[in-house]
């Protein structure tokens, strides 16, 4: 599966952001998709994931809210609505793909065998 992740910039904060992720390659019932993110000089972390099949999504506290991941399948496409950005938003999003995924490893970073190049969402204040 390779990963093309698009729409970042720069927003105001209290602004809005869509990021896009569409997959090629396979795909099926088995997938999982997320967002993760990393400012500079922190480690990545979760935003938010959703699974392919089941309308199942999942979100880090600090975005609950405000975030909403969304997929068309259609498209073979993960979006990433962004309401209400602060600073503390700003970082590289990644978008990221795994399969068979477990609850547990949802969150984590080393649960994703599959990433797309990241996106640069800067907010500023």
């Known amino acids: 599966v390779q990963l093309q992740a698009y729409g970042g910039g720069l927003v105001q904060a209290g602004g809005s952001l869509r990021l896009s992720c569409a997959a090629s390659g396979p795909t099926n019932s088995a997938l999982s998709m997320a967002w993760f993110r990393q400012a500079p000089g922190k480690v990545r972390e979760f935003v938010a994931g959703?699974?392919?099949?089941?309308?199942?999504?999942r979100y880090a506290d600090s975005v609950k809210g405000r975030f909403t991941i969304s997929r068309d399948k259609a498209k073979n496409t993960v979006y990433l609505q962004m309401n209400s950005l602060k600073p503390e938003d700003t970082a590289v999003y990644y978008c990221a793909a795994a399969f068979g995924l477990i609850s547990s490893s949802q969150k984590k970073v080393e649960g994703y065998g599959y990433w797309g190049q990241g996106t640069q969402v800067t907010v500023s204040s």
């Open positions: 959703i699974r392919w099949n089941v309308l199942y999504t």
